[in-house]
């Protein structure tokens, strides 16, 4: 009835799961302690509210959800909170992370649960109950399940059965034995996603679990749908390809082509979520390989997973153990670790199953990894810029495009950890781009601080050049002698013209340093709050130009200055202020004419005329013109002196 | 050991690779022995000798470790083309001084296996083919009356028991006689063609060892260790440039078939042109390589000075193969283009 895709490449190892399917879903007594981690999904971890030593009973909320990307955590059983701290974790790196530990009571005693009216709530409170009921994708990818069902209007509803990793069966077990609950969850994920269709992807080694699916689905319009084994065919991306053609590209959601997949683990949460109330206490965890017990066990989250080998039979517990399945799971570095919701499969290393890999060999580029790969990358290529370092390189082949299935490590005849260099080459990527981010910050913090100080010295210079000039003027008009007055003035009008050339550089200064601030912005920077900060310091650094040049002009003619300040104020140009100063030096040369012509005596004066000369070859210094209002002042003085003397000896 | 690494891994090893493709070349190895002579198995042995000492020798000098170098069985893989593509009864300083070039200066200069830009048994054979090129045409008489120890002891020595003469073992190819009659005048390619040297379809004996060559080969593809793109792109480059231009003057030009079988045409349709580390790796670009290795080696063999030009198309290609492999990129999954700028 359905056309099936075909995704490129994909790898067919060793099945080895029949060693868990011959037996039932294990039910276990409770372990002396769990381990409850405060980090069960993708984002925040949540936040505790619970103290220690405080009784909780089973199905208790331990700790709320930190924001959006966070699911609640609870009691598995009733028991005392004994501790709240570091403690061991399920994680490559091994570094310990804040986890509640429970005693058990042995009561196993429930708090009241509350289902959820799922057909007359809307949405958000339904995504509301699942937060709070601490669902997640069970799958592998522990992520926020309520983030899932947020999307409205969907085409299609895949529901990820397909388990295409060699030896975990805990889905194939979940979806034998319990089908009707996890049809119930797909009612409820289709009514709040309103899918237009449900697809159930299986993988064709799991009949019993098509069938049993086949059976729950009667009398709905989901469709089971069995695909051919292969693997990665259990990845979102390639299930949703092979049920409807629809490829997701890399960095895509698939709610934007109209699809969202789920897994059967997590419907099955949601169903017990939804219809009874209950949290995510305990999950499927497949127990296999060097084990003497390898099954299926239903296992409360939190339970060490040392206790959880020893109950399957571990023969020797020093062996090293897989998390997940032998593509994609970790080697755990600390079984002491409680079970999270992600823990999907435990699997005891032995020699015969996991026999050493052969030393590594060079690539000789015979491109097998590129026929295995499902994102249709290659391989041999990136692992070529990854090894030489050429990220920039790397990340033009598509590498963040690797969904790290590891089908190209398992086809590699030179025994490549493939994976392991791309990992490697990402986080290089991640780390140089946080490197990069930080150093344009500072960059910026430290151009600005130049920019700073830079517009400090040039208006401290203005404001002197500015007061010095004024001064000048005032006692240009002051001065008692016309020749002495006319001598000041000159002097002290050049200063002004000078102060105002000063000011106009200042402001080209500053303009110049504000333009390459806010170029820096438009070349890439994504901080909203940079972009304003620096749209800020480019319009203070205007205005500053702007006052500045108002007042250069100011100083520049104070005779005309009431007049001028508000028609100037507006138009800061530097040739506006020089001509300024060319008219203000004209009134200077004018008035100065006036007086010699008033007094021939003075003319001929050649203490004012040298005066005179010195400060028009002089440099533009606010210092200088101080000291040449100074002179200026007692060479008037002196002439004065000398008309005095002149009057008082004929 | 990496926490994170797949745990698992397919059982296969280059070694193994190799391993396989020395092992598909035993049939046409037989084939040829049957009808030129033993000698082809002393220039076996003493490219295999000179191979593996000539890489030990530069292991060393690199400081690298020696031996999981030799037991990938690379350098032996590489010996044996050469030796299979040299005359049967060449002298022995030839084989050996084409496998030196093939391992030091075709191989382990540029870093040793997987990092050479040349297919190294082709570097030593262009070597040899360019600087002696009288040598390398005089090939075997096929199905030859000397025996074995007359043929050892002529590859070893260079001389011959008394009562032999050197037309009993060797005579020029019949890409030489071919292209030496035409170039000479006066027989048109079809009358040239009867002599007994060109036997069924071509080439007396070499006919039968191309054909084994090409079993070996389909034994590869089945394995899965060579793809189909690169030997049939090949051959269909083959045809492309020889059918037109025999249909167009089939007095003047050998039929595709006789391009086919002579030369080395399938032993690097099947063990040459898939070399990995050399050809090119994307589908497209498999393809592209194939078809203009063969184009170029018929234009070579019909219009160039050589009789043989397998080993000038493929490392003219091989300089080709970043600038393919670059512009072919396919379509990464999700990607409307896969090709990047």
């Known amino acids: 009835m359905s056309r099936l895709y075909d995704f490129h490449g994909g790898i067919h190892p060793p099945q080895h799961k029949d060693a868990a399917t011959g037996s039932p879903i294990q039910a276990l007594p409770l372990p002396p302690l769990l381990h409850i981690a405060l980090a069960q999904s993708v984002g925040n971890a949540a936040r505790p509210t619970v103290a220690v030593g405080q009784h909780v009973r089973k199905g208790e909320t331990l700790a709320e959800p930190d924001g959006r990307l966070s699911a609640a955590v609870h009691a598995p059983t009733s028991g005392t909170i004994t501790a709240i701290g570091p403690h061991p974790f399920a994680h490559p790196s091994g570094l310990p992370v804040d986890t509640l530990t429970l005693q058990p009571d042995g009561l196993d005693e429930w708090q009241p649960r509350q289902p959820l009216d799922w057909q007359q709530a809307d949405g958000t409170a339904l995504r509301k109950h699942l937060q709070a009921m601490g669902v997640v994708g069970l799958g592998g990818a522990a992520f926020p399940t309520h983030l899932k069902l947020a999307a409205g209007q969907l085409a299609t509803l895949v529901v990820n059965g397909a388990e295409c990793e060699p030896f975990i069966s805990c889905d194939d077990l979940l979806m034998r034995e319990r089908a009707t609950s996890i049809v119930d969850g797909i009612r409820i994920a289709a009514h709040a996603l309103q899918a237009g269709e449900v697809l159930i992807g299986i993988e064709d080694n799991k009949p019993q679990a098509i069938a049993a699916m086949q059976a729950a689905c009667a009398g709905t319009a989901y469709r089971v749908v069995s695909i051919p084994t292969k693997y990665p065919s259990g990845g979102a991306k390639q299930l949703i390809r092979i049920l409807t053609g629809i490829e997701v590209p890399h960095g895509t959601r698939a709610t934007d082509l109209g699809v969202q997949c789920l897994n059967v683990g997590t419907l099955y949460a949601i169903a017990r979520a939804v219809l009874h109330g209950e949290p995510l206490l305990s999950r499927i965890v497949t127990v296999t390989g060097a084990v003497t017990r390898a099954a299926n066990y239903e296992v409360a989250i939190g339970t060490p997973l040392a206790w959880l080998l020893q109950q399957a039979g571990i023969s020797d517990p020093g062996t090293d153990v897989i998390m997940g399945g032998p593509m994609m799971g970790i080697t755990l570095p600390d079984l002491a670790a409680g079970l999270p919701k992600a823990g999907n499969c435990l699997i005891a290393k032995s020699a015969a199953l996991f026999p050493p890999r052969p030393a590594e060999q060079a690539c000789i580029r015979c491109g097998d990894c590129a026929s295995a790969c499902p994102a249709e990358l290659q391989p041999m290529d990136l692992f070529w810029f990854a090894k030489s370092r050429q990220f920039g390189k790397a990340q033009e082949r598509h590498l963040f495009d690797c969904i790290e299935c590891g089908a190209c490590s398992y086809v590699c005849p030179s025994q490549i950890p493939l994976v392991d260099y791309y990992r490697f080459a990402k986080s290089e990527i991640w780390t140089a781009e946080r490197d990069k981010k930080n150093a344009t910050l500072a960059r910026q913090r430290h151009e600005f601080r130049q920019f700073r100080i830079e517009r400090d010295k040039s208006e401290k210079a203005a404001r002197i050049a500015a007061r010095a000039a004024e001064q000048a003027a005032k006692l240009a008009t002051q001065a008692a002698t016309p020749v002495a007055a006319s001598t000041a003035a000159a002097s002290g009008m050049d200063d002004a013209k000078k102060a105002a050339i000063a000011a106009a550089l200042a402001r080209a200064a500053a303009q110049k340093e504000a333009k390459p601030l806010s170029e820096q912005h438009t070349s890439g920077l994504d901080d909203a709050k940079q972009a304003a900060i620096q749209a800020a310091m480019a319009r203070a650094a205007a205005r500053k130009a702007a006052a500045e040049a108002a007042k250069a002009g100011d100083a520049a003619n104070p005779d005309r200055a009431a007049t001028a300040t508000p028609a100037q104020t507006g138009m800061d140009d530097a040739k506006r202020a020089a001509i300024e100063a060319a008219m203000a030096r004209a009134a200077a040369r004018k008035a100065a004419a006036q007086s010699a012509q008033a007094d021939n005596t003075a003319a001929a004066n050649p203490d004012s005329a040298a005066t005179a000369t010195t400060s028009q070859t002089g440099i533009d210094d606010a210092k200088r013109a101080a000291i040449e209002a100074a002179m200026a002042r007692a060479a008037a003085r002196k002439a004065a002196a000398a008309e005095a003397k002149k009057d008082a000896a004929p | ?341």
């Not at chain 2, 030990?56 to 032996?76: E, I, M």
């Not at chain 2, 084989?95 to 570097?123: D, E, S």
């Not at chain 2, 191309?210 to 793109?229: H, M, N, T, V, Y």
């Not at chain 2, 030009?253 to 990995?276: E, K, M, Q, R």
Request: charge should be positive; aromatic fraction near 10%.
């Open chain 2, 1 to 341: 050991m990496s926490i994170h690494a797949t745990h698992i891994a397919r059982p296969v090893t280059v070694s193994r690779v190799m391993l396989k493709v020395l092992a598909a070349l035993l049939p046409g190895i037989a084939v040829s022995a049957y009808c030129f002579g033993p000698g082809v198995l002393l220039q076996l042995l003493l490219a295999t000798v000179t191979a593996l000492g000539a890489e030990a020798a530069v292991l060393r000098l690199r400081q690298r470790p020696v031996t999981p170098a030799l037991a990938d069985l690379s350098a032996v893989v590489t010996a044996w083309l050469l030796a299979l593509s040299m005359p049967p009864l060449g002298a022995w300083w030839m084989i050996v001084l084409a496998t030196l070039f093939a391992i030091v200066l075709g191989k382990q200069v540029y870093g040793g296996l997987g990092h050479n830009p040349f297919n190294p048994a082709m570097v030593g054979f262009a070597v040899m083919i360019v600087s002696f090129p009288a040598q390398m045409a005089a090939w075997g008489t096929p199905l030859t009356t000397l025996d074995a120890a007359a043929q050892l002891q002529w590859i070893v020595t260079h001389t011959l028991p008394a009562g032999s003469n050197l037309d009993a073992i060797s005579s020029a190819t019949p890409l030489d006689v071919l292209k030496t009659g035409l170039l000479q005048g006066g027989q048109t390619a079809g009358q040239l063609l009867q002599q007994p040297r060109f036997g069924h379809w071509g080439n007396a004996g070499g006919e039968w060892v191309a054909l084994a060559w090409a079993l070996g080969g389909l034994w590869l593809w089945q394995q899965k260790l060579i793809p189909w793109r690169t030997p049939l792109a090949m051959l269909a480059g083959v045809l492309a440039v020889s059918l037109p231009l025999w249909l167009w003057q089939p007095a003047h030009y050998a039929s595709p078939l006789f391009h086919l079988l002579n030369g080395a045409t399938l032993l690097a349709a099947g063990f040459i042109v898939t070399d990995p580390v050399s050809g090119s790796t994307t589908p497209l670009g498999r393809l592209i390589f194939g078809f203009l290795v063969g184009v170029l080696m018929v234009v070579i063999r019909v219009f160039g000075g050589f009789p043989d030009a397998v080993a000038f198309a493929v490392l003219i290609m091989n300089m080709a193969v970043p600038f393919i492999d670059q512009t072919t990129q396919p379509r990464v999954f999700g990607r409307k283009g896969g090709r990047h700028a």
